[in-house]
């Protein structure tokens, strides 16, 4: 079965770093668009980056040039490299892919920032 999961979160200083992985299992990869979305309290799930099988990279306003969505499909894994993190990042991230038709999600992993 398809399968996405996230690991990478946690909590992290204004201006830091952190990598998100996305491990996925059960469809066919490397022909498959993954997005990262992200959700924080209280407000809509929201698109923050999106890499097409192709490599065509999509970001959000609100994070362009401090976001950096990359895979890797010998490993079947995706990753969101996030640099100068800012309080308003604070959220529970989900990797997505749509899969003949049904979209996917990994079960999120929580990023926090704050001093």
């Known amino acids: 079965q398809v399968q996405l999961v996230e690991s990478g979160g946690g909590l992290v200083h204004p201006g830091g770093s952190l990598r998100l992985s996305c491990a996925a299992s059960g469809f066919s990869f490397s022909t498959s668009t993954i997005d990262w979305y992200r959700q924080a309290a209280g407000k809509e799930r929201d698109m923050v980056a999106a890499i097409s099988n192709s490599r065509r990279t999509y970001y959000a306003d609100s994070v362009k040039g401090r976001f950096t969505i990359s895979r890797d499909n010998d490993k079947n894994m995706a990753y969101l490299q996030m640099n100068n993190l800012k309080p308003e990042d604070t959220a529970v991230y989900y990797c997505?892919?749509?899969?003949?038709?049904?979209?996917?999600w990994g079960q999120g992993t929580q990023v926090t920032v704050s001093s």
């Open positions: 997505h892919s749509v899969v003949l038709g049904r979209d996917y």
